[in-house]
């Protein structure tokens, strides 16, 4: 808690969060599609705001990598680890780490974090690669934060299911444009102008540098239990040709319907490119 020194002001934004209906299965996962009726996720933009019902789990939203936007394909809902405590339904948290990766990764060495710059000032930014109080494709829509009680200045019994903040994405590696899962590390933002410098400088460098300085109002990287799963696109501001979209590294057994994945992959490129299924050894983890 000692990294944070989040002012009063930062709990604008966050809100109590009643009958939200992303609760996790035992294994942590998210819930699967149950609806009859789709969309074509991609074609639609799910990405904020459609029923996941709709969206089959596939959809698309902004990321940064190292000073552009990129898009992430997504092709399976969250997983929060569900041996570390959370009093929301999504079994999702924030402030401690987690003890178990994905059902069929054998280590974190087979993933990379994903930074998401939180604004927790008022009025926040107009634009945020998922804006608060809509859902998010594939991201859980409550979390608990009653771990950061202290440092957000609120009672913990308040924050044991709120609703999941507007944020952005950054991450540090591409992993070769292929889907994995990859855990999820808060930063904390109460300065608006600081909030504007990581928007400009869409790298985890900017964030590194912010949160060196003891004024800027930026945390370092917040550990929780949550990770996502997506994919770089081929041919977003990559400097690669376009082509197929490959499965590898995290792996594809560790997805609740690999048949998404195909779903996705086809949506994506017009079914273009085989799937090669292959792991990275080393880890992209930068600590600051």
């Known amino acids: 808690m000692s990294t944070l020194s989040l002012a009063a002001a930062s709990t604008a934004g966050l809100a109590v969060a009643e009958g939200a209906g992303d609760a996790a299965d035992a294994e942590g996962f998210g819930p699967s599609p149950t609806g009859e009726r789709t969309v074509q996720p991609l074609k639609n933009e799910c990405t904020t705001g459609e029923p996941q019902d709709l969206c089959r789990n596939i959809g ?3 990321g940064w990598y190292e000073g552009d936007t990129i898009k992430f394909l997504y ?5 929060c680890d569900p041996t570390v405590s959370s009093g929301a339904p999504s079994k999702c948290e924030a402030g401690a780490t987690y003890n178990n990766v994905p059902p069929g990764t054998t280590s974190d060495k087979f993933t990379d974090p994903l930074y998401i710059p939180v604004p927790l000032f008022k009025p926040g930014p107009k634009k945020l690669q998922c804006p608060a109080n ?3 494709v594939d991201h859980p829509t409550t979390i608990d934060l009653s771990r950061l009680a202290s440092a957000l200045k609120m009672p913990a019994s308040a924050l044991k299911n709120t609703e999941l903040p507007g944020h952005d994405h950054i991450i540090t590696d591409r992993n070769n444009d292929r889907p994995e899962w990859w855990p999820v590390f808060v930063v904390g933002v109460t300065d608006p102008g600081s909030f504007a410098e990581i ?15 003891p004024k800027s109002g930026v945390t370092k990287p917040i550990p929780t239990n949550t990770f996502l ?3 770089t696109l081929p041919g ?15 792996g594809t057994q ?5 048949a998404l994945l195909g779903t ?3 949506l994506a490129v017009s079914g273009v490119g085989a799937l090669i299924i292959s792991r990275r050894r080393t880890s992209s983890f930068r600590r600051i």
Do not use: E, W, Y
């Open 254 to 258: 560790n997805m609740r319907d690999t």
């Open 229 to 231: 799963f997506f994919q």
């Open 264 to 266: 996705g992959a086809a």
């Open 236 to 250: 977003t501001n990559s400097g690669m040709p376009s082509g197929g979209v490959d499965a590898g590294n995290g």
């Open 75 to 79: 092709t399976q809902n969250f997983f």
């Open 134 to 136: 809509v859902p998010c």
């Open 199 to 213: 928007q400009a400088g869409k790298s985890f460098d900017t964030i590194t540098k912010l949160a060196a300085d």
């Open 60 to 62: 698309v939203t902004d």
